[in-house]
C-alpha cells in the first residue's frame, strides 16, 4: 500500500507567477485534503476534493484553486503568487466524505518559496 | 468558529520525564479530537484520536481523553524519550480540520 506523495519536494518562484502542485493519494482513498502551512504555524485548511467535486473550503481567496482527478489524485493551483504564499503545502488523503471522524493521512509536502 | 489552542513551546525536558501538553478547543458541533506529531524534515503523522467524550486515544505511550465538560484533550506520555523530540499538533475535525499553532518538544539525553 502506497502512501501519500507529493511533488516537487521544493519549489521557487517569482511573485505573480503561477504554481501547480501534485498529489497523488493513498490507495483507495477517495477524499483529498489541501493546506497551507506557515514556518512555525499549524497547518491552514485550503479546501478539500470528494470525488472530484470540492466540498469544503477554508478562508483563502479565489486564486488558490484545485482539481481531482478519477483517480483520485489532485492538484493545487495559485495564480499571481505573493510573496505570503511561501509556506509548505500538505496534501491528506481519506477514506470518506469528509465526516469528521475520517482519519487524514499526510504526505511529506511541498515546499514554496515566492521571491 | 472553531478553534484549537495548545500550549506554547518549546518544551524541553529529560529523558524519562512526565509529559503533558496542553490542548483545549472550542467547536459548535461535536468534533472528532487529533494529535499529530512532525518529526523534523518529515510530514504530519497521525498519533492519536478521540472521536467522542471521554473516548481515550492512545499510540505509542501517548495517551489523551476527549473531556467535553473542560473542552480539552491534552497529551500526555509517563516516560519521554529523545526520540519524541518533534513538533506535536492538536487538531479537531467537524465539517474541516483546526490545528494547533504546535508544540515544540525537546528531549535531552
Known amino acids: 500500500e502506497t502512501g501519500v506523495t507529493q511533488s516537487p519536494t521544493h519549489l521557487i518562484k517569482t511573485r505573480g507567477q503561477q504554481v501547480t502542485l501534485r498529489c497523488s493519494s493513498q490507495?483507495?482513498?477517495?477524499?483529498v485534503s489541501w493546506y497551507q502551512q506557515a514556518l512555525g504555524q499549524g497547518p491552514q485548511f485550503i479546501f478539500q476534493y470528494y470525488r472530484e467535486e470540492e466540498n469544503g473550503r477554508g478562508n483563502f481567496p479565489p486564486r488558490f484553486s484545485g482539481l481531482q482527478f478519477p483517480n483520485y489524485s489532485s492538484e493545487l493551483n495559485v495564480n499571481a503568487l505573493e510573496l505570503d504564499d511561501s509556506a509548505l503545502y500538505l496534501c491528506?488523503?481519506?477514506?470518506?466524505?469528509?465526516?469528521?471522524?475520517?482519519?487524514?493521512?499526510f504526505g511529506p509536502g511541498t515546499r514554496l518559496t515566492v521571491l | 468558529g472553531d478553534s484549537v489552542t495548545q500550549m506554547e513551546g518549546p518544551v524541553t525536558l529529560s529523558e524519562e520525564a512526565f509529559l503533558t501538553i496542553n490542548c483545549t478547543y472550542t467547536a459548535t458541533g461535536y468534533p472528532s479530537l487529533f494529535w499529530y506529531v512532525q518529526y523534523p524534515g518529515e510530514g504530519l503523522q497521525l498519533l492519536l484520536k478521540a472521536t467522542k467524550a471521554d473516548d481515550k486515544g492512545s499510540n505509542k505511550g501517548f495517551e489523551a481523553t476527549y473531556r467535553k465538560e473542560t473542552t480539552s484533550f491534552h497529551l500526555e506520555k509517563g516516560s519521554v524519550q529523545v526520540s519524541d523530540s518533534a513538533v506535536y499538533f492538536c487538531?479537531?475535525?467537524?465539517?474541516?480540520?483546526?490545528f494547533g499553532k504546535g508544540t515544540r518538544l525537546h528531549i535531552l539525553p
Open positions: 491528506a488523503s481519506s477514506l470518506g466524505s469528509g465526516v469528521s471522524t475520517d482519519t487524514q493521512y
Open positions: 490507495s483507495g482513498h477517495n477524499t
Open positions: 487538531a479537531l475535525r467537524d465539517d474541516k480540520i483546526i
